[in-house]
């Protein structure tokens, strides 16, 4: 490679990420099951580690994990297909009030001179896409969670075979001891990360879920999961969690009810963001948002559904392997966010100034 010209390696490059990411696209299949496995044992290793710390038996350890997590898909199964199932009966009802309302507020413009046909607002703004998008997303992750003896088989041996496989990573790389440290701090952070943006994410569900009970808003279940799950997309993942619940309780309730449900998605999702998750992670993990927004439209092209789902989390563990690589220290700054940037640049000169004393 070193005779060849630098144009050459880059199309090599290039070439080979283009085969790479088509295999894994025809793999969807078999490729999204497998990382929903990866994540969910991520997620349970530190539970698994503090009961094995408090000198409880690693088998026996896993096992009740898992059977508390087979109990939890099972349940989350059943309320995801019972809601959707409701849902999709009374979405029919819910369209009709809602072309009532859009064809309310074009007469009301146009007593105000403002004329838009209905055509054109149906052409941005179409009510059927607008709900359905909250079944096609449940029923889409239903439809992983329906293989869940295969998924939490893979679990149990991902967690078996975890106790070794930081001694298989330390083997296969360079045995210096600067390489374990860096391998060991990519480790602790994206099971770190994992867990407290699970812990996040279920916080939020909760909230929004018991709120929405107390102002008596219909498919309050739903909303919550969805809630749960878009929260692990950042900046834009609470946004678009937010449209279909304030849709349907301003359809119930009016103008009123629908102001304290955007009020309530912004203010839980800026206090657990904002406030609460930075300070547990003890330092800031940011994309940018740019990055955001590009990371879920490739992983959900790439791997579906749950793709979109997990799109920050695989970003964020590509980010901090690369953070922990001199070559593709480059490549993780231009991910970041700007205070993380800002932050380093601090840092940077804090160490220069060092230096010079």
């Given at each position: 490679?070193?005779?060849?010209?630098?144009?050459?390696?880059?199309?090599?490059?290039?070439?080979?990420?283009?085969?790479?990411l088509?295999?894994?696209?025809?793999?969807?299949?078999?490729?999204?099951?497998?990382?929903?496995?990866?994540?969910?044992?991520?997620?349970?290793?530190?539970?698994?580690?503090?009961?094995?710390?408090?000198?409880?038996?690693?088998?026996?350890?896993i096992?009740?994990v898992?059977?508390?997590?087979?109990?939890?898909f099972?349940?989350?199964?059943g309320?995801?297909?019972?809601?959707?199932?409701?849902?999709?009966?009374?979405?029919?009802?819910?369209?009709?009030q809602?072309?009532?309302?859009?064809?309310w507020?074009?007469?009301?413009?146009?007593?105000?001179?403002?004329?838009?046909?209905?055509?054109?607002?149906?052409?941005?703004?179409?009510?059927?896409?607008?709900?359905?998008?909250?079944?096609?997303?449940?029923?889409?992750?239903?439809?992983?969670l329906?293989?869940?003896?295969?998924?939490?088989?893979?679990?149990?041996?991902?967690?078996?075979e975890?106790?070794?496989f930081?001694?298989?990573?330390?083997a296969?790389?360079?045995?210096?001891?600067?390489?374990?440290?860096?391998?060991?701090?990519?480790?602790?952070?994206?099971?770190r990360?994992?867990?407290?943006?699970?812990v996040?994410?279920?916080?939020?569900?909760?909230?929004?879920?018991?709120?929405?009970?107390?102002?008596?808003v219909?498919?309050?279940?739903?909303?919550?999961?969805?809630?749960?799950?878009?929260n692990?997309?950042?900046?834009?993942?609470?946004?678009i969690?937010a449209?279909?619940?304030?849709?349907l309780?301003?359809?119930?309730?009016?103008?009123?009810?629908?102001?304290?449900?955007?009020?309530?998605?912004?203010?839980v999702?800026?206090?657990?963001?904002?406030?609460?998750?930075?300070?547990?992670?003890?330092?800031?993990?940011?994309l940018?948002?740019l990055?955001?927004?590009?990371?879920?439209i490739?992983?959900?092209?790439?791997?579906?559904?749950?793709?979109m789902?997990?799109?920050?989390?695989?970003?964020?563990?590509?980010k901090?392997?690369?953070?922990?690589?001199?070559?593709?220290r480059?490549?993780?700054?231009?991910?970041?966010?700007?205070?993380?940037?800002?932050?380093?640049?601090?840092?940077?000169?804090a160490?220069?100034?060092?230096?010079?004393k």
């Open positions: 490679m070193k005779n060849v010209s630098p144009f050459a390696r880059c199309a090599l490059y290039f070439s080979a990420i283009v085969i790479c088509a295999g894994i696209k025809i793999a969807a299949p078999i490729v999204v099951p497998f990382l929903l496995s990866l994540f969910v044992a991520i997620i349970c290793n530190p539970a698994i580690n503090f009961a094995v710390a408090k000198r409880v038996p690693r088998a026996l350890a096992t009740l898992m059977l508390i997590i087979f109990s939890s099972v349940i989350l199964g309320i995801i297909g019972a809601a959707v199932n409701d849902f999709r009966q009374a979405l029919p009802t819910y369209e009709a809602l072309a009532d309302e859009i064809d507020l074009i007469s009301w413009m146009g007593l105000h001179n403002i004329v838009i046909s209905m055509g054109e607002v149906r052409g941005y703004f179409d009510p059927a896409k607008v709900m359905t998008l909250v079944t096609t997303t449940l029923t889409g992750f239903s439809s992983v329906g293989n869940a003896f295969l998924l939490l088989l893979t679990v149990v041996f991902m967690l078996t975890g106790q070794g930081t001694k298989k990573l330390h296969a790389f360079d045995d210096s001891v600067a390489t374990k440290k860096s391998l060991d701090h990519f480790l602790h952070m994206v099971n990360y994992m867990a407290i943006k699970t996040m994410s279920l916080a939020t569900g909760l909230i929004i879920g018991l709120v929405l009970w107390l102002l008596g219909d498919f309050f279940v739903l909303w919550a999961l969805l809630a749960f799950l878009l692990y997309i950042p900046n834009i993942g609470s946004i969690a449209v279909p619940a304030v849709i309780t301003f359809l119930q309730f009016g103008m009123g009810h629908a102001a304290i449900v955007i009020g309530l998605f912004g203010g999702n800026m206090v657990m963001g904002s406030v609460i998750e930075p300070k547990l992670m003890g330092r800031s993990l940011g940018s948002t990055v955001v927004f590009l990371s879920l490739f992983w959900g092209w790439l791997l579906g559904v749950v793709g789902l997990l799109s920050v989390p695989l970003t964020m563990i590509f901090i392997a690369l953070q922990n690589s001199k070559e593709g480059w490549f993780a700054i231009l991910l970041s966010s700007d205070e993380e940037v800002t932050e380093m640049e601090t840092s940077q000169r160490i220069e100034e060092e230096n010079e």
